[in-house]
């Protein structure tokens, strides 16, 4: 069996990125023949332009991928991101070879231009209906760009037309909740075989900080920007005087470094590396996870079930999925102050007794479905029924 992995790296790279490095590597960890082909959207702004009018379907990436398929002769691809430079071409050339494709499904892109189902600060779930992606062009949902939008919308519509999803021979989702709302906005996507797989992280020992009963304090980690929940994070932090300490950077950082001049309670570190994070994590009470769209598999929050540190986060998509209430979180309603001040209470006051079985629960989360060992299985029975298939 030969595995080709594709995948549109995003221009600031990010947990999908993650996901496609840490895939490949434990593939070949595990003596499975892979090779990857990574392709990269231009910088200039004239080829981003062109780029985005070829991306219903990219001739270009069409022939030259052909032309790799010929050379390599993969048992099966496997497809992360097609956005934009690679195109959804890609599965049309696999397919006139005779070669199977699997597609991972990290966001809501087949669905809507914005990728995200988050516009303006707020869940937008329009382009779910059947004239949605009229409703996202006159929006402007991608970037707020009203010729970016049209484009991705274009992409959208004639790819639905012309049955490019149903020539993917599987579907891996993230979680239920991803797969349900996918079912809903195309029913092509439910006629062809799915599968649930999530992310996984790998398990790196911790060093310092596990011993639960001198951890200390709240910890955020991740960008900061609105659909993360970072005004309800640090308004809330500002009224309780709970310690916060928060990891990361973003289009909100100026507003975070104002809450810290502030208020004394709040530390904000910028952008740190992994080591770091792990550390923090491992040394931390809890982690707070307040976002407001619809995630798909945090890894954030994977990292903290392997340092088993229990998390507090906002009720809503595929969240309560992850975190379960009462064993290995909180949850409380998003983008709520209120609620997130109640679930710091309840966090802050727990015995050492019950914050230790949630601590257990974390651990025993992570190993049940998150390790690269249980990743590997999952992903190797996919492999082997899509391929069986189309023997």
Known sequence: MKILIVHNRYTQAGGEDYVVDAELAMLRGNGVAAEVLFYQNPSRMLSQIFGLILSPFNVRSYFQFKKILREI?????????????????????????????????????????????????????????????????????????????????LALKFNRKIGTWKKVDGFIFLNDFMRDIHHRALPDVAGVPNFIKPNFTVNIPLSSGCDISSRDGFLFVGRLSTEKGVEVLLQAFSES?????????????????????????????????????????????????????????????????????????????????????????????????????????????????????????CSDSFQKDFTEGENFKELSKIYEKIIDKSI
């Open 73 to 153: 002769r993969p048992t099966l691809v496997h497809i992360h991101n097609w956005h934009y430079t690679a195109s959804p071409s890609l599965i049309w050339a696999a397919g006139s070879l005779g070669i199977p494709v699997v597609l991972t499904i990290h966001n809501y892109r087949l669905i809507c231009p914005s990728a995200t189902l988050f516009h303006r600060g707020k869940l937008y779930l329009k382009s779910i209906n059947s004239w949605g992606l009229l409703s996202a062009i006159k929006n402007r949902v991608y970037r707020d760009s009203f010729f970016a939008t049209a484009f991705l919308a």
């Open 241 to 361: 005087g709970l310690p916060l300490k928060i990891i990361g950077d973003g289009p909100m950082r100026g507003l975070v470094e104002r809450y810290v001049s502030e208020f004394a309670n709040i530390i904000y570190v910028g952008y740190q590396k992994k080591e770091y994070i792990l550390h923090a994590m491992g040394v931390s009470r809890w982690l707070v996870f307040p976002s407001i769209w619809y995630e798909g598999m945090p890894i954030t929050i994977l990292e903290a079930f392997m340092a088993a540190t229990p998390v507090i986060a906002s009720r809503i998509g595929s969240l309560p999925s992850i975190v379960k209430e009462g064993e290995n979180g909180i949850l409380f309603p998003p983008n709520e102050v209120n609620g997130l001040k109640d679930a710091l209470k309840i966090a802050a006051n727990m015995s050492l007794s019950d914050y230790s079985r949630y601590s257990v629960y």
